[in-house]
């Protein structure tokens, strides 16, 4: 690859700030190694003027949550005409928001929880799913804000307002069943599906602090299942990948109640911004495959300038 200014953009404001930091500071040491001129930028609302003086051949987004990877970023990155890595707004909007990744991917065969929208408020009345289910934003990432409802949970019956849970950071929530079972996720990038790998916590599920605290999670990669349902998951990412249209690297979370067999394998959602830390899936399955940290950035970058040369 000919040397390139790369702007790293990272930080932001999201809830998932920390993590954005370290992976675009993974980024950027990787892209310094291999060569490149890096600029790194801890994003604010000043960053029009900090791009348009930089004026660099390509943004990495190292974002992640909002406004970087729900199409907000991208936007104004296409009105600047900067080319960008990662998925681009509309891929982005969609991919974000949970109920639209359904519109998209339910009817084209692709196997999702059923879910319901309901008012945070009216939780406090009744349970809008029979317990055990899960609540989650509509359009966070990382696991954020995540609360599984069970018999036994501390919340209350019916919950209470005054339990510490998403219904007092979120107007509305996503509703979904408790899907039983073993969590697994597979990458992509660009035309390629990589591996699977499953997630095993050491305690609770694989929350926010599970996934970027080391120890708290082991990961088994590539996962100890079976050909035709590893076959099946890599199938279904890549098909999910193709469908909303994403760009670069993405990355699709399962749950498999492995009772049930192939009827038991669930998409859970599609990240169109995955990590890039230390402790990151993507990283980890394209090691697995042979390629190296430095391999995979530029990969990401190659896409997003010469998408028909990969």
């Known amino acids: 690859m000919d040397k390139l200014h790369i702007a790293v953009l990272m930080g932001g404001w999201s809830a998932e700030r920390p993590v954005s930091l370290m992976s675009g500071e993974g980024v950027a040491t990787a892209l310094e190694e291999r060569g490149h001129r890096v600029s790194r930028i801890d994003m604010d609302r000043n960053l029009p003027m900090v791009l348009d003086g930089l004026r660099p051949d390509i943004v990495f987004n190292a974002l992640h949550g909002c406004p970087g990877e729900d199409g907000s970023v991208q936007g104004m990155l296409d009105l600047m005409h900067i080319p960008y890595t990662h998925s681009d707004m509309v891929s982005s909007v969609i991919s974000i928001d949970k109920e639209l990744t359904k519109q998209r991917l339910v009817p084209a065969g692709i196997p999702m929880p059923k879910g319901t929208i309901v008012e945070s408020k009216n939780l406090?009345?009744?349970?809008?799913?029979?317990?055990?289910?899960?609540?989650?934003?509509?359009?966070?990432?990382?696991?954020?804000?995540?609360?599984?409802?069970?018999?036994?949970?501390?919340?209350?019956?019916?919950?209470?307002?005054?339990?510490?849970?998403?219904?007092?950071?979120?107007?509305?929530?996503?509703?979904?069943?408790?899907?039983?079972?073993?969590?697994?996720?597979?990458?992509?990038?660009?035309?390629?599906?990589?591996c699977i790998t499953e997630l095993v916590p050491k305690s609770g599920f694989y929350d926010f602090d599970a996934k970027y605290t080391d120890g708290m999670t082991?990961?088994?990669?590539?996962?100890?299942?079976?050909?035709?349902?590893?076959?099946?998951?890599?199938?279904?990412?890549?098909?999910?990948?193709q469908l909303l249209e994403c760009k670069g690297?993405?990355?699709?979370?399962?749950?498999?109640?492995?009772?049930?067999?192939?009827?038991?394998?669930?998409?859970?959602?599609?990240?169109?911004?995955?990590?890039?830390?230390?402790?990151?899936?993507?990283?980890?399955?394209?090691?697995?495959?042979?390629?190296?940290?430095?391999?995979?950035?530029?990969?990401?970058?190659?896409?997003?300038?010469?998408?028909?040369q990969v």
Request: charged content about 25%.
């Open 124 to 194: 406090y009345i009744e349970d809008p799913l029979p317990r055990p289910y899960v609540l989650k934003p509509i359009n966070e990432g990382s696991s954020v804000g995540v609360a599984i409802v069970h018999e036994e949970s501390n919340y209350g019956n019916p919950i209470s307002a005054d339990s510490t849970g998403p219904w007092q950071e979120f107007d509305t929530l996503l509703a979904e069943p408790f899907i039983k079972g073993r969590e697994l996720t597979c990458a992509v990038l660009g035309k390629r599906a990589l």
């Open 218 to 241: 082991d990961h088994i990669c590539p996962a100890d299942i079976p050909d035709d349902i590893r076959n099946i998951m890599m199938n279904l990412a890549l098909r999910s990948h």
């Open 249 to 308: 690297v993405s990355r699709t979370d399962f749950r498999w109640d492995d009772t049930l067999g192939k009827d038991g394998i669930f998409v859970l959602e599609v990240n169109t911004q995955p990590g890039m830390t230390p402790l990151s899936l993507v990283p980890e399955q394209a090691k697995h495959m042979g390629i190296s940290y430095g391999e995979l950035v530029e990969a990401i970058i190659g896409e997003a300038l010469w998408p028909d």
